[in-house]
């Protein structure tokens, strides 16, 4: 169990998107760890990430259409985890918005930003391991959780409200619901692992009537030892994000399908500390309409985890 | 046995049923004004000519990616503009502003004046267009 601890991974949940023909950079990152804790483990970690975005694309083509000259944000923040049982982990996570920037270049009024920052979303989670074949070659996590809208969705400036698209929070509760699978495909190398996890939010109307559409979020991912306690990580991550909707309806703008390849080193710093860094490179992107895409966004992540539990005894050694 | 069965059967089909989208709605077109004028008494230095009688988009419709400009018409003194919408972006702040959007359809637009003893909201349909 504890080999999952390690894969801390940040990724953007497109159910969350701030989007205002949505922009990747906008999106509100939600954050998980694979599979579950031993009883009685204690799993924090902190992380950082950078979106940025400065290109159009109407359908999966580029296009030249010049509103946003860009757009990114800096969140960061920390999850908790603790294994309850063996089989049973609790998760919150809290973010905070160090930045969410625009920079607007708009016939008349020229070039324009609006800014904000705060605390956003925070997320609690309940994840079940509902199956552990005995030979552990495969393993299946069923996760439940909800987003609380503990950010601020209508912050003004001059008396003038921002742009949702700059808002640390989203002023709805959000389901969530998760599945993790590890397989162990070749019994001659226990130490290749293929994960699978998807995620779907279901959003909820915020008092403003919006509602960010149903998103779901599948990553692929594996690992490979490079050095003694470094490893290079391979992932691959499918977004998809339903119509947001104003006062139940259509916005016309904000429906997207992406693929991202996710490459990251994950390094164990030894007393059950990791540190891990990765990339987000988009290979395949569609949007409705014409909407700002993703360009680039790179992560860091640290975590430790605490045994408040009596250690384990080897029979042998008592 | 059989009657729990049908009475499974009815719930789960009534969940289903209300659970239906209607995602091909169309956006309501009209003005609407909601006009909330809250009199609690003159404070010193009020004007006692308040008045907020319309919003006015120029151009209208909104051209995507281009600005508008929005302009409250409001009469007296020490005015408060506080501006909201229900999409798209705001520039600027009092009585003129800029609003812009990069996402065609009809939104709305909504600003309060007030003065310290009247209040008057006024909320306008605004089209983004090609």
Redesign the interface.
Not at chain 1, 65 to 68: A, E, G, Q, V
Not at chain 1, 156 to 164: A, C, D, G, K, Y
Not at chain 1, 246 to 254: A, D, E, G
């Given at each position: 169990m504890r080999f999952f601890a390690v894969f801390v991974f940040i990724f953007l949940c497109v159910a969350d998107a701030f989007s205002?023909?949505t922009c990747s950079s906008c999106m509100a990152p939600g954050t998980t760890t694979f599979g579950v804790l031993e009883k009685g483990d204690l799993m924090a970690f902190g992380f950082f990430k950078r979106n940025y975005s400065d290109t159009y694309f109407e359908g999966d083509k580029r296009t030249h259409?010049?509103?946003?000259s860009n757009d990114f944000s800096d969140y960061s923040g920390i999850n908790v985890s603790y294994g309850v049982t063996n089989k049973f982990t609790v998760q919150a996570s809290l973010g905070y918005y160090i930045n969410k920037i625009?920079n607007?270049n708009?016939?008349?009024?020229g070039q324009?930003q609006?800014s904000a920052n705060g605390l956003a979303d925070a997320e609690i989670y309940a994840k079940y391991n509902v199956f552990q074949a005995k030979s552990g070659v495969f393993s299946l996590t069923l996760s439940g959780g909800a987003k609380l809208p503990t950010g601020k969705y209508?912050m003004?400036?001059?008396?003038?409200?921002?742009?949702?698209d700059v808002q640390p929070g989203a002023g709805a509760y959000s389901g969530v619901l998760m599945a993790f699978m590890m397989l162990k495909p070749f019994k001659k190398k226990p130490n290749l692992f293929i994960l699978f996890n998807t995620r779907v939010d279901f959003n909820g109307v915020n008092p403003?009537?919006?509602q960010y559409g149903t998103g779901n979020t599948n990553t692929l991912s594996t690992t490979i030892k490079i050095y003694k306690q470094l490893s290079f990580i391979a992932m691959f991550r499918n977004e998809n994000h339903d119509?947001d909707k104003?006062?139940?309806?259509?916005?016309?703008?904000?429906s997207s399908i992406a693929v991202f390849a996710t490459p990251g080193v994950s390094i164990n710093l030894g007393h059950d500390i990791s540190f891990a860094c990765y990339a987000d490179l988009p290979m395949y992107q569609y949007y409705h309409?014409?909407q700002?895409a993703a360009k680039y966004a790179y992560s860091f992540a640290i975590s430790k985890i605490f045994e408040l539990h009596k250690p384990h005894i080897p029979e042998e050694e008592k | 046995m059989r009657k729990k069965f049908y009475i499974l059967l009815v719930c789960t089909l009534s969940f289903f049923v209300s659970c239906k989208k209607n995602d091909e709605a169309t956006i309501p077109y009209g003005t609407t004004k909601n006009y909330s004028s809250v009199l609690n008494g003159t404070p010193p230095g009020a004007s006692n000519v308040f008045s907020f009688t319309k919003i006015i988009i120029s151009p209208n419709p909104v051209k995507i990616g281009i600005a508008s400009k929005i302009t409250a018409v409001a009469t007296g003194t020490n005015l408060k503009f506080v501006w909201t919408t229900t999409h798209g972006d705001l520039f600027g702040a009092g009585n003129v502003i800029y609003y812009s959007d990069s996402c065609i359809g009809t939104y709305s637009i909504t600003c309060v004046v007030s003065d310290g003893a009247h209040s008057v909201t006024i909320t306008v349909p605004i089209t983004i267009s090609n």
């Open positions: 205002q023909c259409f010049n509103y946003l625009e607007f708009i016939p008349i009024i324009q609006l209508n003004s400036v001059n008396n003038v409200e921002l742009t949702r403003q009537g919006y119509f104003v006062n139940n309806l259509r916005l016309y703008s904000s309409g014409i700002l | -």
